[in-house]
């Protein structure tokens, strides 16, 4: 058997053609949607990630900003910049990347972006309004991932769905989101007692726990739904070779590079075992901003719709 791919560039295209639509409309009322964008310091992985979010604004005429402050900003100069673009009524989104540098609560940050224009779904107005099934925007990863399993006709409801993984960014909002789908749901972690037998269970499994290959064989049920969100950099050559045995275009760009892009699930495993297999890269990578884009028209829309006047 071998696992169907589910296409995550393709559902992220049709996601990103549908927002494009509502853009247009939204230009055309006089309003052109705009995302500000808060990278703190010089993480290398999160300029890679916020250049794709910027990228992806003017590809769909959102208007965007970057602020980019040093590493050493002071907390109080954070809180200051977020005020600002809280107060501009032209920016309808604030994202602030993560991870921010280690002197800077970011929990104190997060707290201090208008829940309105959270376009993450990250401040604890908008956790609480998951929680409760309430309108909301949710965290973009996982809504993602809800959007691919709907529209590749994967059923959720009654299924036994298990998480891996309890970050807040993917792990507890994943969970809450299945749950809301009907599905039957377990959040496992790296403390989880017999952890392959917990992740067996699962119709469909999800893994998002940032590292490299950790589920095998012995934690895929035959004929499960594989969602793999992790994102890891292999350059050990011995695990890059036990890891895609075999696959000469890897190999080739393993040997330009000194390093190639792999899940927290061993593909080969999943290959085999699973129904549905989401592949690294272009599984759930870029639902992430498809849904970040989706997210901020939905604040541009409701902005706009506020600031009608009465008739
Ligand atoms: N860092 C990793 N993933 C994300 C995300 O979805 N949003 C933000 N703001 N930072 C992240």
Redo the contacts with the bound molecule.
Sequence with gaps: MSATILDGRRIAAEIRAEVGVQVHALRQSGHQPRLAVVLVGDNAA?AV?VRGKVKACAELGIASEQVLPRADIRTAELHRIIAGLNANPAVDGI?????LPAHIDAREILVAVDPDKDV?G?HPLNVGNLVAGRPGPR???PAGIIELLRRHRIAMEGQEAVVVGRSD?VGKPMALLLLQENATVTIAHSRTRDLAAVCRRADILVAAVGRPGFLGRDAIRTGAVVVDVGMNRLTDPTAMERFYPGDEQRRAAFARNGSTLIGDVDPVAAMELAAAFTPVPGGVGPL?IAMLMANTVAAAQRHVSRSKPTP
């Design positions: 999160s990630y994202l602030v990347q993560l991870p993450d990250f965290p973009c990863t960014i992430t």
